[in-house]
């Protein structure tokens, strides 16, 4: 019964820690499709290109979001054609090098931590992207062409009135308004994406709260002393778990006073917030499990190799303020959380 309440405390407050986020993500997915031209994705971030992965990570270090916020924005390059590389690089460099990641990383550890946190984030991203276009290649779908449909043809809705006078290239079947429309924001945003996802959701938050009420909280302090299953370890608790790359910082920094080296807790703050169960779950649902097998082996032996020579050739990486925040639950995070329930539970049981 008190492993029962305390699942349950769990749930709430990783769906207070992650809904008005996701909420927001979703939203600003939804503008992004009214005011980013159709082909712009699929120009810049679609094909197996090494161009195409590194657009992807800078494209995504500027953005202030979060782990569970990107999820919605990465579902929505796919949709408008981005590579399977270029994705997954978005997913890894923008919940870790976000603005508001950076400043706050500083605030905790200095510059020196915070640049090398920055570069071996954006490292990994182009890593990951480029082995999945390299090993995960996509077939090319054929495109579709309008000369072997008769004159006045209809298919599923569409009608397709042939002329004379119009060519391949200037006839087109889309029907989007030139104008701005709140209405199509939110369509997008939740009958769209968060439907494409909701599943995952539901299904990564209740593995997240089984692991936190089952994982001895002091499991870490008696292997402090060796490193190699220090890092091994940090990488088996940090994956499954919601951590957000800010805050998860006064954990990191937790540690660090508790012992652990700055290795052990960068490894922390760069594979929690790319590996979370919740962010898996949707690697797999769009990708594949051999994608998410690639995904998170890379990011783990990654994360290890950037630790062990932060340990062993950085010196002076130490803690520069710690204040034990203990975050609360605000309204806003409270109806945030109800309305992403309801969200979830609609289109996960929702007859199709």
């Known amino acids: 019964m008190i492993y029962l309440k ?18 927001i993500g979703l939203l600003i997915a939804g503008i992004l ?11 810049h971030l679609g094909g197996n290109s090494f161009i195409s992965v ?46 508001d990641s950076i400043i706050a990383t500083y605030s905790f550890f200095g510059w020196i ?6 570069i071996t984030s954006i490292i990994i991203a182009v890593v990951v992207g480029l082995i999945e276009n390299i090993f995960n290649k ?6 579709f062409r309008l000369n072997n449909i008769p004159k006045n043809q209809t298919i599923q809705g569409i009608s397709f009135i042939q002329n004379s ?23 997008y945003a939740f009958n769209v994406l968060f439907k494409d996802i909701a599943k995952s959701l539901l299904i990564g938050v209740i593995i997240g709260a089984l692991f936190t009420t089952f994982l001895p909280k002091e499991i870490l302090s008696t292997i402090y002393n060796n490193r190699l299953l220090t890092y091994i370890l940090v990488i088996v608790i940090s994956m ?18 508790s012992g652990m080296s700055p290795g052990g807790a960068f490894i922390f703050l760069s594979a929690g917030p790319a590996t979370n169960s919740v962010t898996m779950g949707v690697i797999a649902s769009m990708f594949g499990k051999r994608s998410l097998i690639v995904y998170t082996l890379t990011i783990a032996l990654l994360s290890i190799l950037f630790g062990y020579l ?34 979830m539970l609609y289109y996960t049981f929702k007859k199709r």
């Open 310 to 343: 932060l340990d062993n050739y950085i010196d002076s990486i130490d803690v520069l303020e710690f204040n034990g925040m203990k975050e609360g639950s605000s309204v806003i995070d409270i109806i945030s959380s109800i309305i992403m329930v309801i969200l």
């Open 6 to 23: 305390e699942f349950l405390e769990n749930i709430y407050i990783l769906l207070n820690a992650m809904s008005f986020f996701i909420l």
């Open 54 to 99: 590194i657009k992807a990570t800078f494209l995504g270090i500027p953005l202030p979001v979060c782990s569970c916020s990107v999820i919605p924005l990465a579902k929505s390059l796919q949709k408008e054609g981005a590579s399977r590389g270029a994705v997954q690089s978005f997913l890894i460099s923008t919940p870790i090098t976000g603005v």
């Open 165 to 187: 006078s119009c060519s391949s290239e200037c006839c087109s079947t889309s029907n989007k308004s030139d104008s701005f429309s709140i209405k199509n924001v939110f369509d």
């Open 138 to 143: 996509e077939v090319k779908k054929p495109k």
């Open 113 to 118: 931590f915070t640049i090398y946190r920055v």
């Open 240 to 257: 499954p778990l919601y951590v957000c790359a800010t805050s998860s910082l006064p954990v990191a920094a937790a540690f660090m006073l």
């Open 33 to 43: 499709k009214q005011i980013i031209p159709d082909n712009f994705v699929s120009k």
